[in-house]
């Protein structure tokens, strides 16, 4: 694609979504991350940030080859997002709870890649593909995070 020629409506909506979701998980973990006391867990959680950032650095790519505008993050949401964590670990730090609020952002993710693919059909094979492997990805997340539980 020559980086004058700008992409589909459609392509450029799977993108920026599957930036978006990326960005709240790694800020889901950024919050989190200092309340879990399981190694084990911490190493699982770490990884999942570097996956998320490499796919959301995909993403932002395409969109900046395409001449596409980022999705840029809300200071509300943000804080809704940051202050949902620490309140639902505020009581409960345990390594199972932790696990669970993880399974729910994934779970969350999961949705909203395929609410976005489901409405974007014609998207095209990258943007598609990608998304793709970030449900397989998040799957794998709970799949992985449900033995802490």
Not at 26 to 46: E, F, G, N, P, W
Not at 51 to 75: D, F, M, P, W
Not at 109 to 127: F, S
């Amino acid at each position: 694609m020559k980086p004058e020629m700008r992409m589909k409506s459609q392509e450029a909506a799977v993108y920026r979504e599957i930036q978006r979701s990326t960005e709240n998980a790694m800020t889901a973990i950024d919050t989190i991350s200092d309340k879990i006391y399981d190694d084990q867990l911490a190493m699982q959680v770490s990884r999942q940030a570097l996956q998320y950032s490499e796919i959301r650095n995909q993403a932002v790519e395409k969109l900046l080859q395409g001449n596409e505008k980022l999705y840029h993050s809300t200071y509300l949401s943000d804080l809704a997002l940051k202050g949902g964590m620490h309140y639902n670990t505020l009581l409960n730090t345990s390594t199972g709870h932790i696990a669970e609020l993880m399974i729910r952002e994934s779970s969350q993710g999961i949705v909203a890649m395929n609410k976005i693919l489901n409405h974007n059909n014609e998207a095209g094979e990258l943007p598609t593909a990608l998304a793709r492997q970030l449900i397989r990805f998040e799957e794998q997340n709970i799949e992985r995070l449900t033995k802490y539980l």
